[in-house]
């Protein structure tokens, strides 16, 4: 194993402390927690959280900041904040107005989630929860029942974010949210399995022309291995099972999520970004907004996942909104 670290139990709180010395006018962190909390508080609006396993990085604590998330906890890599984290993460942001939580669909993360709400109602913080599950790859998973939440919540804390930055109440930000989720499809492929420093060997195998199609963001199996391939078939497997899960109809409008996953050159991003927009142009399908570049990494793996929102005239304008954090700058 080649990681550029020093002790792999110190990783996650040495990697936190190297981020709020960065950016000190972005974030600063909970002292005693692995919370990163919004440095410039806006007391009038609902609070949104956020947070998971280390080793996505910038998710989720790249996110925290004006328009986006006002929390995030990180757990250690590839697990589940504890419910005492995610419990510190309610009350340091709670203004009165209410605290969202975003949750990927993974079993940890639900269960850890709703017990630091239940623990926020026994202190009369009022606490909703929507859960993210965009993989359109498989049903159930080595973590989950119920399809994975992976890189189109990143979709999910931008909109969420605007309408909470805008002055809407609990409800409405949650309905938003729930929206969001509705219209949101992800499916991602690897070239090469991540180490987890505590393990010290990479958590699968691939041959050298191997990939896995459909694999989650820790590594966990996919739908099927296969031979490499040019971009644009690979490409046009995983298009056709996002949009094969959703109607997309002609002239709708849609904004699309390149996401790398680590190890993938911004060049190789671009090319597949150019065949989504040929897939969509082909279709009559309007593409109003695309972000390309590591938003939900899985350490150090080679490979990407694709997003695609489907807009309407309020998901559209809220998405537009400006958005000003360490990973996400919009304006």
């Not at 925290?64 to 589940?80: E, P």
């Not at 999520?257 to 969509?280: A, F, Q, R």
Request: a negative charge; proline letters at 3%; glycine letters at 10%.
């Amino acid at each position: 194993m080649k990681k550029i670290i020093n002790n792999p139990e110190n990783v996650v709180n040495e990697m936190l402390e190297g981020m709020v010395k960065a950016h000190p006018d972005f974030i600063e962190r909970v002292e005693g927690f692995n919370v990163l909390i919004r440095k410039e508080k806006n007391n009038r609006k609902v609070a949104l959280v956020s947070g998971g396993g280390s080793g996505h990085e910038p998710s989720h604590g790249g996110f925290v900041g004006y328009g986006m998330l006002d929390g995030a906890i990180a757990g250690d890599v590839f697990t589940s904040p504890t419910p005492d984290q995610v419990f510190e993460a309610i009350k340091n942001v709670d203004c009165g107005k209410g605290v969202l939580l975003i949750i990927k669909n993974y079993t940890g993360d639900v269960m850890n989630f709703q017990m630091a709400a239940e623990l926020a109602d026994m202190e009369n913080i009022k606490v909703e929860s929507v859960v993210m599950n965009d993989d359109v790859a498989v049903e159930n998973s080595t973590y989950t029942t119920g399809r994975r939440g992976i890189a189109g919540t990143i979709f999910l804390h931008k909109i969420a974010g605007a309408a909470a930055e805008r002055g809407m109440e609990l409800k409405e930000v949650k309905r938003i949210a729930e929206k969001v989720i509705s219209n949101v499809r992800s499916m991602g492929m690897s070239l090469t399995p991540c180490t987890v420093p505590a393990a010290g060997k990479p958590g699968f195998e691939l041959g050298e022309n191997e990939i896995e199609v459909g694999l989650g963001i820790h590594g966990e199996p996919g739908t099927h291995k296969d031979k490499i391939m040019p971009a644009k078939d690979i490409v046009k497997h995983l298009m056709e099972k996002i949009l094969n899960d959703y109607s997309v109809s002609k002239d709708e409008e849609v904004a699309v999520l390149i996401n790398g996953l680590g190890g993938t050159p911004l060049m190789e991003l671009y090319i597949i970004n150019d065949e989504v927009n040929s897939i969509l142009g082909n279709k009559d399908i309007n593409i109003v907004k695309t972000y390309v570049g590591n938003y939900m990494t899985s350490l150090e793996m080679a490979g990407f996942s694709i997003s695609i929102l489907k807009l309407d005239d309020e998901l559209k304008e809220l998405l537009g909104d400006k958005a000003n954090t360490l990973a996400f700058k919009q304006f």
